[in-house]
């Protein structure tokens, strides 16, 4: 039955174009909405009975999609970022026209990463890849103006290069493998390690994924993408589409193909701490609120890599456990940014001072996220940092691992000035007249704070039930 | 093998030229030698299939995209032109040096095909290729078909508001 989260939004969106635009136009909001929620319960109630079952033998949908609990909490991920961006474009686009668009894209996106986290074939990823990147660049350009195109631009042509790459690995691992299944190409890997062919192909995905995830050296689009799109796209583009395509990817394909080889390691631990470190003084430096995000976002990738690479139990563990922290909480932030967009008309820190008087929920939403990011308990952040910092204790890498901990100080640091400068102290000239942001923005905020809130304290629970069994990835 | 080394080096130069030529409309017809002369390959590599495709789509249907877009263009003057090369070639001198290093490594390296290659399958029917073994893949294409298309409505249909 998993093929139900790739049917259901396929036919809806040939539904939704299909005649009678203006009814459709309408109901388009509660379609998504709906197809959303549907997705987040179906995937929290757990039942396994639902997951293993196919379709009907023979039907004319003869595909097979794969769930382990990496899946599961990537597919929660996905729709409730996806239904956070969705409030957000009921509130920010105003053009009907536009706004009938930009749903229908973001349910492509949807079935283009449900795709991604389901199949377990390398030529499947792929082509599911481009389904989330394409309606990822379109989303950004939704307002078409000059910076978005440029940014959407931009990322167009790192992608399409890290495609290229990818691409050219799949070429050489189907010659070496003969096949494009997973358990094929891990197959011919491990029964000949020590190929120079494999070790290309290797480096060469490796490379499209860090341009996919925005790592440092790879990150030159990111800022200018997260920065410049439409502000709904902009929290569906940090909060989990360069999650799912960069960072999901890259652990599935270690895991599942690569295998944790030391030269694989000592990569991913590099590129980790270069992004945690490189990223946060970037971030420092920023006065635009979302491109200082966009920076801080590298960072906490850079954290994601850094406790994978270590390749113990409790480092993928707590990588995962990151991933999900991270797409909540940067999306947060992203919305708490769209509600000032639109209240205040400008998202340059200088000009911004104590909207928290006037925009009382988007002020401590925005306060959880932040005090989350720079790992603060109880919440959230502080739990899955504790696990990589550990983790990488415990693996031997202590320099890696002093570095984690140095730079979450960094992290406070420059979250703490975003957040005195824009909601503390006295209200800037000109803002006294903001109010609260839409009914729309303020429902996501308040969705996402909840989870962070409920995440980090009923940590026990959630990290038992759901992150631990995780570790499957890691036994083949 | 001479004849494929030929190729390898006709491919090459086409797709220089398309990137190296002045005018866009040059570029455009560089792309689709570049693709003829891949579609040649691929038939020599025993793949008359992807071979099919590449002719029909890349070097036809992409081409007449390109030059029908190109066609809706104001074209530069001949000065303009030499200036956008001369502007061009200043920004981007680095790109060509950087290729010739990567090939240098690539060629350093000494990669061969040092795995036990597997058996290649016998040409399979086309209709099983496609909606048997490759069904998702199709259904993958039908989503990126339709965010495509939405796309185009959304970057190039002017709203009432832009008055044209």
């Known amino acids: 039955m998993p093929a139900l989260f790739f049917l259901i939004p396929l036919i809806g969106v040939i539904t939704l174009n299909l005649p009678f635009r203006k009814l459709m136009k309408k109901t388009a909001f509660w379609f998504a909405a709906v197809l959303f929620i549907f997705q987040i319960v179906l995937v929290s109630s757990h039942r396994t009975s639902f997951w293993g079952t196919g379709l009907v033998q023979g039907s004319f949908f003869n595909v097979n999609f794969y769930v382990d609990h990496l899946t599961l909490i990537m597919l929660f991920s996905i729709s409730i970022v996806s239904l956070a961006s969705l409030l957000v474009a009921r509130a920010m686009i105003s053009d009907e026209n536009k706004r009938f668009n930009f749903i229908n894209l973001l349910i492509t996106a949807a079935i283009g990463m449900n795709g991604i986290v389901m199949v377990k074939d390398i030529f499947s990823l792929y082509v599911f890849l481009e389904v989330a990147a394409v309606s990822a660049f379109i989303m950004i350009t939704i307002n078409k103006d000059k910076p978005a195109l440029e940014g959407a631009f931009k990322y167009i042509l790192l992608s399409a290069i890290a495609t290229i790459m990818m691409l050219s690995s799949i070429g050489l691992l189907l010659l070496i493998a003969g096949d494009t299944s997973f358990g094929a190409i891990s197959a011919a890997i491990s029964s000949s390690p020590q190929s120079m062919l494999v070790k290309l192909a290797m480096a060469i995905f490796l490379c499209g994924l860090f341009i996919k995830g925005g790592l440092i050296p790879f990150h030159g689009w990111l800022p200018d993408a997260y920065s410049a799109a439409a502000a709904p796209a902009s929290v569906l583009l940090a909060g989990i589409v360069t999650k799912v395509s960069g960072i999901y990817t890259l652990i599935r394909i270690v895991t599942s193909l690569f295998g944790f080889t030391p030269a694989v390691s000592k990569v991913l631990l590099l590129i980790g701490a270069a992004s945690i470190v490189i990223g946060a003084f970037a971030a420092l430096g920023q006065k635009d609120l979302k491109r200082m995000l966009a920076y801080s976002s590298i960072s906490q990738v850079g954290y994601i890599i850094i406790g994978f690479g270590t390749g113990s139990v409790l480092g993928v563990t707590g990588a995962v456990f990151h991933l999900f922290n991270h797409a909540i909480f940067k999306s947060l932030l992203f919305v708490n940014a769209a509600a000032v967009e639109k209240e205040a008309g400008t998202v340059d820190m200088d000009r911004l001072g104590g909207l928290s008087q006037t925009m009382p929920i988007t002020g401590t939403t925005s306060a959880i996220a932040f005090l989350s990011t720079s790992g603060i308990p109880p919440l959230a952040g502080f739990w899955s940092k504790v696990i990589i910092i550990i983790a990488l204790w415990q693996a031997g890498y202590i320099a890696y691992a002093a570095v984690a901990v140095l730079t979450s100080v960094l992290t406070a640091a420059y979250l703490i000035t975003m957040q005195r400068k824009a909601f503390f102290g006295n209200i800037a000239p000109g803002l006294e007249r903001t109010k609260e942001a839409p009914l729309a923005i303020c429902v996501a905020s308040i969705i996402l704070a909840a989870v962070t809130v409920g995440v980090g304290v009923f940590f026990p629970f959630v990290f038992n039930n759901f992150i631990m069994p995780v570790k499957e990835i890691l036994i083949k | ?164």
């Not at chain 2, 130069?13 to 560089?30: D, F, G, N, Q």
């Not at chain 2, 390296?109 to 199709?138: C, G, S, Y």
């Open chain 2, 1 to 164: 093998m001479t004849i494929d080394l030929i190729l390898l080096v006709m491919m090459t130069i086409a797709a220089l030229w398309a990137v190296m030529a002045r005018s866009l409309l040059k570029a455009a017809i560089a792309l689709a030698v570049t693709s003829a002369v891949v579609t040649i390959i691929m038939f020599r590599l025993a793949s008359p299939l992807a071979a099919v495709f590449e002719l029909s789509v890349c070097t036809g249907l992409i081409t007449a995209i390109f030059v029908s877009a190109i066609s809706l263009t104001r074209p530069l003057t001949h000065a303009q032109t030499i200036a956008m090369s001369k502007n061009k070639f200043r920004r981007y001198w680095y790109l060509p040096v950087i290729m010739v290093i990567a090939a240098a490594a690539l060629f350093l390296l000494k990669i061969k095909v040092d795995v036990p290659l597997p058996q290649v399958l016998a040409i399979d029917d086309v209709r099983n290729i496609m909606w048997n073994l490759r069904q998702l893949d199709m259904y993958g294409q039908i989503v990126l078909i339709l965010a495509g298309s939405f796309g185009i409505v959304i970057l190039f249909r002017e709203s009432d508001k832009d008055g044209s």
